[in-house]
DNA sequence: TCGGGTCTTTACATCGTTGGAACAACGATG
DNA sequence: CATCGTTGTTCCAACGATGTAAAGACCCGA
């Protein structure tokens, strides 16, 4: 592999001016700057990334730690990141966590300054005193702790509030909640939000209709929705935390007969492209990924270039109508 | 943040003292050792990889190019190999293509010996002469191009024989097939396998019910599945080359009023996880994903440790019979 | 006490790159 | 013609780690 001494020895140059010229320096003569320009075609020179970071105090990489890639959401999420984060020349690292403290502790401590240049977060479980970070990071989502990190992501409340009421709209008025969770922020968030959608109608909130999941796969939206159905009174409808929740709740349905949209409507958040070709189709609230990963990732590319500390950014987020409830 | 020079410093010795605790060589004095360890300790030291690849020639890191993230099969298969890749102490940077040459060309160029030490390649349009690879590789699944470059992956004849094998085994007569592809290694691969499973049961190979998809989305394989449904004469029986070609099928099929399985059967390829909660759950041929990412990385580490070459790895694949083809 | 081997530690060079200082060449200015 | 500022280039040190070689400490038997 070719280092740029082996080009200056080519060019007969100075390795600097070499440097100068990869680096697009100005002040290099026309011709010096040719006969580089030839020689780093001729040894098809490639930068040596870590010496280049070695000596500047980069790294060119930037975490993102998010549970599963094998979740569509964080899958489609990180498919965004690496592509906006390609735009400033960062590569993306990708950290699992698999939704556990122990996971998201061992991916932190990880990322020392000389692994990444920043990182995205995604978590779930973490505490306050787990934020030592060495590096700038932004957080996703929404978190019940309180840490001086800048949030980029949606406003679960309205977004939940925006899903509930469409259901209402439709004349639901025993509205079930699949997702509860007792230490995930955006859980409480969008569960204020359905309590809120209920109260502007004047709707009673009834605990039995809510209804926790704790990993927030299909298998638990398949149980929540089984434990529903087992109820003296069935719902209406129901408005579930993530797709994931809904297609198992939606499968539970279909097992038991129920159908999807006539006897209960389904909403459900996250906007999965599966969720267009599940049968019945998903109505889903949808937030703008492509927004969270660039504003995540410009957001940290601002920091680590000019260090400025930064606000959160509000993502916006739209509602997709399809068969779940409102039949074809 | 700490260098070796400052745990030196603080534990009295010389940085290569400090080195060699580090690195666990056994030549240290107890007393020595001791001292090091409580100033590791208390500086909170973090060896800069950088600095240590550098120095060493190695970088820490695996490439794993792929065509999109966003594809379940995809994600899942990444979810594994980074899970894989931990167990040799590898970080995996995901490079994807969206199954374009061009895509694939850069993915492979940016890929200088200083940022991987190796390379997980699972290509969809690569030529011959684009495998000028400067770090050791593999690819999965199968390609067409005969290049000296080790394979791992299982065997899609016999699976797609088997799948095709299953469809005739329930009396189905008709059977088309949808994903045929002019480049892709393994869709002449699976299109052999339901030629073969033809052959052996004397059924007629008919051109007419063979369908190509360019992109194997969900969107393809509903397009696909529309123009099977426009024939004279429906198939009874439908075997996908990929689950995503499979669920936009069967959404297709709904859409018509065609029932599955009673109309119409279906099987599909990658058993991923939608697959079993869609309605009606979907048949799949399930590659054993996990054995391919363990295989691949095993492959990669055995070769950059010893270097010896390696052969091709051939992973098993079971059949998941499910609601698409055996109603409940 | 000396020679010889086995431990143990250190100084130094090095990996490939870039920042900074130094220097050289140049025309322009007074 | 001396001075100056602008260009253009080179040399050297440094980023943080590790391999090498050599030196120092130690213990053994002769």
Redesign the pocket.
Known sequence: ?A???DVARLAG?????V??V??GY????P???RRVEEALEATG????LG??N????RTGFIALVLPELSIPYFAELASLVIAAAQEHEWNVLIEQTFGTLAGERAALTSLGPHLVDAAILSPEALQVDDFQLSVPAVLLGEHAVDVPISRVGIDNVAAAQAAVRHLISLGHERIAAIGAHPHRGTAALRLEGYRRALAEASLPFDDDLVVPALNYHRADGAAAMRSLLDLPTRPDAVFCFNDLLAIGAMRAAAERLVRVPADLAVVGFDNNEESVYSSPSLTSIAPDKSAIAHAAVDLLHRRVESGELLDDVETPFSLQVRESTVAR
Not at 13 to 17: A, E, L, M, Y
Not at 26 to 29: D, H, L, Q, R
Not at 54 to 57: H, P, Q
């Open positions: 592999m280092t740029l001494k140059v100075s390795v600097k001016t440097s100068n990869v680096n100005s002040f290099v003569k011709d010096n700057r020179y490639r930068p040596n010496a280049r070695l000596r500047r105090g």
